[in-house]
């Protein structure tokens, strides 16, 4: 990761503006989180930093993450599990995941119909939105293609069949 990423400076003037010095530790965290430019739970970004920061515990990685989140730099995200990763997109970007029941990967996808579609439900009735995600649960391809899927992982959660499933729930048609 570039030290000229202006995330960092972002997250620098939340800290001066917080009253939280920027230390060292909390620049290292930072930098490999954008650096890994994917959904990490701490532990999983502890992990990561440890070889190259010993000194670094896991509840220091957890509160820059939080802080992180704070600072509009980050997303706290539960996708059925008791745990939260983080995911550098703000919160204010359409964010749609496909999760794989059977070994966990996520998968963001965006779809130009998506927004549309979320402005016309809105306005339809008269909502304001200010913050959209949508959690697909199914398997992957590489598990689908390995026949996994009589199995579930026991930490993730089923695929739900939708109650909106009525006449005002658009179909695939809508999407395109």
Same mark, same amino acid.
């Given at each position: 990761m570039r030290d000229d990423d202006p995330r960092l400076q972002r !997250? %620098?003037?939340f800290l001066a503006r917080s009253g939280l010095k920027a230390t060292r530790q909390r620049a290292l965290i930072a930098r490999a989180f !954008? @650096? %890994?430019g994917q959904h990490l739970s701490a532990e999983e970004l502890y992990h990561q930093i440890y070889p190259q920061a010993p000194g670094i515990g896991l509840v220091t990685v957890y509160r820059t993450l939080k802080l992180l989140r704070k600072a509009g730099l980050a997303? #706290? $995200?539960r !996708? @059925? #599990?008791s745990y939260a990763r983080f995911d550098p997109s703000p919160v204010d970007q359409p *964010?749609? *995941?496909?999760?794989c029941t059977r070994c966990g990967k996520i +998968? #963001? !996808?965006g779809h130009k119909g998506l927004l549309h579609l979320r402005e016309k439900v809105a306005r339809g009735y008269g909502f304001a939105v200010t913050e959209c995600k949508l959690e697909l649960y199914g398997l992957c391809r590489d598990c689908a293609r390995r026949g996994h899927g009589r199995g +579930? $992982?026991?930490d993730a959660r089923p695929a739900r069949a939708d109650p909106r499933n009525g006449p005002e729930w658009p179909g695939r048609a809508a999407l395109r």
């Open positions: !997250f %620098a003037d !954008f @650096g %890994a997303t #706290e $995200r !996708f @059925g #599990e *964010h749609n *995941h496909l999760i +998968q #963001e !996808f +579930q $992982r026991k």
